[in-house]
């Protein structure tokens, strides 16, 4: 080994200490900030080291690659509103897909004929992988971006299409990894995985987008791991192992606060058998509030709470539920905010949100923490979010979404509950907690309702 | 890959597995996205794989182009992802609201 190979080793070691030192510092939110230096650092230090350690003999595809990944990357990072932040994942999970993909065809391209069983085993992981995950996560993007419908799409006999297209892929996976002259198995797996990846994703939901995404996260990571095996480099190994675990570790907690299994959000289709089952009526009536009675509800309360729900990022109303809330502050009124694992559209996206807007974090509570305080909290106003506070999940053994935990904003002395129309949330299910006695609706766009409520509190 | 790299490449894999799960379990909800955003932008560290084939060696003109937009979209993942992150992770900094309102009503 020459020198420089000992530097790059080095430089590899080194970033594989910072990274997990970074996601160490992620468990409190002081801590994380210092943690993510540490990992950039990491970064630097391995892309130099590689670009030392390797003979390279031509710059201008990487210098050219660099510079407009840099660019694009800093547009982004700039650029992005907080509220597009499950889109932009999205988009970022199909690129570091994308790239581990690439890497598999051109090492393929390269080397294919000098490759062990094992080697050709992990590089069709790999580009399996890394194809599905691109795909998969464009068509995610494109739902959250609006750019097509969230709702799922089906067919008659979609599980045994998609059942097909997997068999096939695999079969060709196996073909190539017992002929790797075989240049056709290897592309049509390759072709397979883009269309499998495609089929995957479009039947399901918008409201199950954060086990999705968590999912895709975790295929992405492991592509990456894979990569890792094929070139025999420890670094890539663990990135993508840290990647996909963390992936695979929110996807486990988004489908426990679902009460779902992973089988059943991807082959579920869960929307649309509930508008087959036609639900019964919940009855009665929905009681509407004016502006002023809320807002006096809310400034002679002691103790209100907020609920933030998918509603809020759409009508980008974190801004005015947090000038409410100070207003209300202000009177002496305590103020909370109740963030359900699965309240829009990634894991954590309400925090996020409004962090934003400066609500500080120590007024951001999780259900475990709440849910003991609603039975003394005086309002209880539910912002545009609908299943995560539907009683129906607790009480009603038939509900479909019977045995999701929830927020039990229904415990609380009075509801609130902001919504743009008198329609159904996402999943379509009857919410009766719309009809009991204590709560009162107020209908029309968050942000405006939200801000018209805190004039009206100002002139209480 | 000879027998010994395997067995070693399996022990880092085993356990950076059991490492991730350790920490991560650790991360509270409320950095979830963050922890998305950064664990994403880490595993842009396949841009050094993408680093070999666009510019390494003498290999044919295709896999240097294949290297190439590869090694675009992990830039854009390591700039993107770690510049965001830290957006995020600023706002989270933040002690109490700020008075003067800076919302920004777009």
């Known amino acids: ?460 | 890959m000879n027998p010994a790299v395997l067995i070693a490449s399996i022990y880092v894999f085993a356990l950076a597995a059991f490492l991730g799960y350790q920490v991560i379990s650790r991360v509270p909800p409320l950095l979830h996205t963050p922890l998305m955003s950064a664990t994403n932008a880490i595993s842009g560290i396949s841009l050094i794989g993408s680093l070999v084939l666009a510019g390494a060696v003498h290999y044919p003109l295709f896999a240097h182009i294949l290297g190439f937009v590869a090694v675009t979209t992990a830039t854009v993942n390591v700039v993107g992802g770690f510049g965001i992150t830290d957006r995020m992770l600023k706002m989270f900094g933040k002690r109490r609201p700020d008075a003067t309102a800076t919302a920004v009503h777009k």
């Open chain 1, 1 to 460: 080994m020459t020198i420089q190979t000992y530097f790059m080793e080095a430089t590899y070691l080194l970033a594989s200490i910072l990274f997990i030192l970074a996601l160490k510092g992620m468990s409190h939110p002081e801590t994380a900030r210092r943690g993510m230096f540490m990992a950039e650092a990491g970064m630097f230090a391995a892309i130099v080291g590689t670009l030392v350690g390797t003979q390279i003999v031509t710059w201008t595809w990487i210098i050219a690659g660099l510079s407009l990944g840099s660019i694009i990357g800093a547009w982004m990072a700039v650029t992005v509103p907080m509220t597009a932040m499950p889109q932009r994942t999205a988009l970022s999970h199909a690129f570091g897909a994308l790239a581990a993909a690439l890497v598999g065809v051109g090492e393929f391209v390269v080397k294919a004929a000098e490759m062990g069983t094992v080697t050709r085993g992990a590089l069709g992981f790999e580009v399996m992988l890394g194809a599905l995950t691109t795909t998969g996560s464009l068509i995610a993007a494109a739902k959250l971006q609006g750019v097509i419908g969230g709702k799922p799409i089906q067919f008659r006999g979609q599980n045994a299409v998609n059942l097909l297209i997997a068999l096939a892929m695999v079969s060709s996976f196996v073909l190539f990894w017992m002929h790797p002259e075989m240049v056709t198995a290897f592309y049509s797996m390759l072709g397979l995985a883009f269309v499998f990846g495609v089929m995957l994703v479009i039947p399901i939901g918008s409201a199950d987008m954060p086990v999705v995404m968590s999912l895709l996260n975790s295929y992405a990571g492991l592509a990456a791991a894979a990569t890792g095996f094929v070139l025999g480099n420890n670094v890539l190994i663990i990135a993508g192992t840290l990647d996909g675990f963390s992936g695979f570790i929110l996807s486990v907690l988004m489908c426990k606060a679902m009460n779902r299994s992973i089988t059943n959000v991807l082959f579920g289709g869960f929307g649309s058998v509930i508008a087959e089952a036609g639900q019964a009526s919940a009855g009665g009536v929905m009681r509407e509030i004016n502006l002023d009675d809320a807002a006096m509800q809310l400034a002679f309360a002691n103790r209100v709470v907020f609920v933030p729900g998918y509603g809020l990022a759409t009508a980008q109303a974190q801004h005015a539920v947090r000038e409410l809330a100070e207003l209300l502050q202000d009177r002496g009124v305590t103020v909370k905010y109740a963030i359900h694992p699965v309240a829009g559209r990634m894991p954590g996206h309400m925090n996020v949100l409004l962090a934003e807007a400066n609500v500080p974090y120590s007024a951001l509570y999780e259900m475990e923490q709440i849910n003991p305080e609603f039975p003394s909290t005086d309002v209880a106003v539910v912002i545009g979010a609908n299943d995560v506070v539907n009683p129906d999940a607790r009480d009603n053994p038939k509900s479909l979404i019977a045995g999701m935990p929830i927020l039990e904003v229904d415990r609380a002395k009075s509801v609130i509950v902001l919504k743009r129309g008198q329609g159904r949330g996402f999943s379509g299910l009857e919410n009766p907690l719309f009809f009991k006695s204590c709560t009162s609706m107020l209908y029309g766009d968050a942000k405006s309702t939200l801000s018209h409520l805190a004039q009206a509190v100002q002139r209480v």
